[in-house]
Nanobody, 112 residues
Framework: QVQLVESGGGLVQAGGSLRLSCVAS?????MGWYRQAPGKQRELVAS???????NYADAVKGRFTISRDNAKNTLYLQMNSLKPEDTAVYYC?????????WGQGTQVTVSS
């Protein structure tokens, strides 16, 4: 099993930046960030493997950067040039043994 604890959400004006962090209870090969806006399905934002191979949703390419510190079992999401449409609850995800694990979620609100 994996426990995930997120931090770093908040309220920011459009064009601003935020950095999310997620501490995992163990090292996991595949991790990522998802988000869910009100009335919408949860969607992938970005993912990264232990080798540093990344994948981004088209909506965030060039603005968000996912990274990880394997020694600290910590995942990051640097979000720049934030837009009101980025407003959502952001969830840390770990995929292990064909099972998805989720953090509690952290709210990101971008005002116009």
């Amino acid at each position: 099993q994996v426990q995930l604890v997120e931090s770093g959400g908040g309220l920011v004006q459009a064009g601003g930046s935020l950095r999310l962090s997620c501490v995992a209870s163990r090292n996991v090969f595949s991790m990522g960030w998802y988000r869910q806006a009100p009335g919408k399905q949860r969607e992938l934002v970005a993912s990264i493997t232990s080798f540093g191979i990344t994948n981004y949703a088209d909506a965030v390419k060039g603005r968000f950067t996912i990274s990880r510190d394997n020694a600290k079992n910590t995942l990051y999401l640097q979000m720049n040039s934030l837009k009101p449409e980025d407003t959502a609850v952001y969830y840390c995800n770990a995929y292990l043994a064909m099972r998805n694990y989720w953090g509690q979620g952290t709210q990101v609100t971008v005002s116009s």
